[in-house]
């Protein structure tokens, strides 16, 4: 199995994320809703890859970017952001903090899982 943590503070973006990467039987999903249960999560169960929304209260996405690669236990996960904030100029920001990818928001269910192997 891979291990896929998402995170989003949108319960229904949540939902459609976890129904999208349940289509592959080789992905293992789980799910978090705000950055900071993300950090304690990814700590302790060392996912394969993170997909982290970029714009969540509290903390956002680069602040829990940045909290990830501080701990020893998630510095070399791949963190990969979903973002409606997609155009050139913000994506090249985002893969200068330290991003492996961003995919644009909204995205496609169907084509979700594919997506998100390519970082792996």
Request: one cysteine or more; charged letters at 20%; a negative charge.
């Amino acid at each position: 199995m891979i291990s896929i943590l998402y995170v989003d503070d949108d319960d229904d973006i949540r939902e459609i994320a976890d129904i999208a990467l349940s289509l592959d039987p080789e992905l293992e999903v789980r799910l978090c809703a705000s950055g900071k249960d993300a950090v304690a999560l990814a700590a302790s169960w060392q996912p394969a890859l993170i997909l982290l929304d970029f714009m969540m209260p509290g903390m956002d996405g680069p602040a829990t970017l940045h909290a990830l690669r501080n701990q020893a236990e998630t510095r070399d996960i791949p963190i990969v952001f979903i973002t409606a904030r997609s155009s050139q100029r913000d994506i090249t920001s985002l893969l200068a903090l330290g991003a492996a990818g961003v995919l644009a928001k909204p995205f496609d269910p169907m084509t979700l899982a594919a997506e998100a192997r390519q970082f792996l």
